[in-house]
């Protein structure tokens, strides 16, 4: 980008223009695109802006203490969604299903309380892949997590809309937002669901979201990967102390990519590998075994679902 400053100062303007006195609300993730919209329209509109975080119960460790730290001087909802997801998430085992089940959720949960908050406009952090992506028909436009929304707004206000992600992330500099959200790994919008494989339950997430912190301690600034995670894949016997038992297999999936189109496998060394596996299996009780994937997309894909 030619002028960072220049950027924020014109997008200040735009929402301020577009926003008039009128209240505006915007789902934030905590993803490096919503913060610098919420960052941006704090400086534009202040009190106006009506950000909502949806606690799905399928976040990353930590993330909604980091929005609260973060966010919490705007006038920031959490909503604590995480039964409400359970619940839908109950014995769905086919991963569209699974997907659609959690996009459907947490669109229905953003309108009910976009509707609290009084606003009659829409602040998104739709960036131009995602623009790309809506004009070939694979995602809808004006959507909050893949769905359509089925309320009506005076105005949808994009202010990223012509940036890349490189870009969106020298503006999130620009604003001296924290270097961790500068520098986030893309998450994807369902959430940990997609990284357990069959059926998601507490359990199941729980287990996946100890060893994604362990996962990410060790390799995100270390080998600076496109995208590092843990999933949960299956079940294998394993002893632990003297007892035989049928735990948990968790995947190590780090991958560089340029877009996410096409992905390799990282080529870690073997006593990062190791000690990742020690730590996972001794630090969480239900699991058995660690393996690296080695897949690169294609034929694989990134998540595992
Ligand atoms: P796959 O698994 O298809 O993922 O190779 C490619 C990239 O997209 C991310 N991803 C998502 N991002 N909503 C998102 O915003 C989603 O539903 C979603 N699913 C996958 C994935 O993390 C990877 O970076």
């Known amino acids: 980008m030619v002028n960072v400053q220049k950027f924020i100062d014109q997008a200040i303007q735009q929402i301020r223009q577009a926003a008039g006195d009128d209240r505006v609300v915007m789902a934030l993730s905590g993803g490096v695109d919503s913060s610098v919209c919420a960052a941006l329209a704090d400086r534009a509109i202040g009190k106006n802006l009506m950000p909502i975080y949806v606690d799905t119960g ?28 359970f619940t839908v998430l109950e014995g769905i085992t086919d991963p569209e299903e699974k997907r659609k089940a959690i996009g459907e959720k947490f669109i229905r949960i953003f309108e009910r309380e976009a509707k609290r908050t009084g606003a009659t406009k829409l602040l998104q952090g739709t960036i131009y ?99 590092c995670f843990a999933a949960l894949i299956g079940q294998g016997t ?47 009780p239900g699991v058995a075994r660690v393996v690296y994937d080695v897949t690169p997309k294609p034929p694989a894909t990134i998540e595992y679902e």
């Open 58 to 85: 399928l976040m990353r460790k930590g993330e909604t203490e980091r929005i609260r730290t973060l966010f919490g001087d705007l006038n920031l909802r959490i909503v604590d969604a995480a039964d409400e997801f």
């Open 129 to 227: 892949p995602d623009r790309i992506e809506s004009e070939g028909g694979i995602k809808s436009h004006h959507n909050v997590g893949g769905m359509p929304l089925h309320m009506e707004f005076a105005a949808v206000i994009e202010p990223l809309a012509d940036l890349y992600k490189d870009e969106v992330r020298e503006v999130a500099a620009g604003l001296n937002l924290p270097v961790e959200i500068q520098h986030r790994m893309p998450f994807p919008g369902p959430g940990l669901a997609v990284r357990v494989v069959g059926e998601v339950t507490r359990e199941k997430i729980e287990i996946v979201r100890e060893a994604n912190a362990i996962v990410e301690e060790y390799l995100v600034e270390e080998f600076r990967p496109w995208q």
């Open 238 to 284: 394993g002893v632990k102390g003297d007892v035989r038992l049928h735990g948990w297999i968790v995947a190590i999936r780090a991958v560089h990519s340029r877009d996410g189109m096409t992905a390799d496998p990282l080529l870690l060394p073997y006593e990062v590998l190791g000690s990742m596996a020690s730590r996972i299996t001794a630090e969480i």
